[in-house]
């Protein structure tokens, strides 16, 4: 699937499940890729996780479905357990560096966050050099055409920028910005929800159709 122009605008569910295969990659590399259970529990991660979730296994199963019908993830089988796997396609995508993926990820999983804090919680994922490697490769994120990060107005008291992800729905209580500042992100991920909702709607009533011929 071809996202050289815009970026997916994906689900909060979407969001929290490719982040959490995103991070199993590189930090628990022996149990990936990943069954339905262990992805469930990862997703529902008390720590390094915000918001926190709960998700059963079924909609994880169901957010897999719609993650691979965007390319965005595939299927692993093989090797002495018979269990279906997954495992994300991300960095096949699109042309990030393993350490682009990182603060990807990162944000996925812990909302926006400064230069700093995403430093500090890469460790596990990407050892970066210094504050300032991951400064510029937020700027870059930032004017990549699309772009995959933007910077946030700094809060009063706050010295560093916080950068949030541009790929869709976003918990609003974590940007603590004017109601004014909130509107255009909110109505954005909104309207290309509800596009996407059409046309999975558009394409239900389609195969519906034909059934009700060869019924007929």
């Not at 689900?11 to 022996?30: H, Y």
């Not at 993926?101 to 909302?111: H, M, P, Q």
Request: net charge negative.
């Amino acid at each position: 699937m071809d996202y050289s122009e815009n970026l997916p605008q994906l689900s909060a569910e979407e969001i929290r499940v490719l982040g959490s295969l995103m991070e199993k990659a590189k930090t628990t590399p022996d149990y990936y890729p990943m069954t339905i259970n262990s992805l469930t529990a990862a997703c529902n991660q008390k720590t390094s996780r915000k918001p926190v979730v709960n998700y059963d296994e079924q909609t994880v199963t169901l957010t897999l479905d719609t993650l691979k019908r965007k390319g965005l993830i595939s299927t692993a089988t093989g090797g002495s357990s018979r269990a279906v796997k997954f495992k994300h396609n991300f960095a096949i995508v699109f042309p990030l560096l393993p350490a682009e993926v990182a603060l990807i990820s990162l944000l996925f999983l812990r909302g926006p966050q400064t230069p700093g804090e995403l430093n500090t919680n890469a460790g596990r994922m990407h050892e970066f050099e210094n504050l300032d490697e991951v400064t510029a490769m937020l700027e870059k994120l930032s004017q990549d055409q699309p772009a995959y990060v933007k910077a946030l107005p700094r809060r009063p008291g706050q010295k560093e920028q916080r950068y949030v992800h541009l790929f869709g729905e976003q918990s609003m209580e974590d940007f603590d910005l004017p109601d004014e500042d909130l509107k255009p992100a909110a109505s954005g991920a909104l309207e290309a929800r509800v596009t996407e909702l059409e046309n999975e709607l558009a394409a239900l009533k389609e195969k519906l159709d034909a059934l009700y011929s060869q019924l007929m």
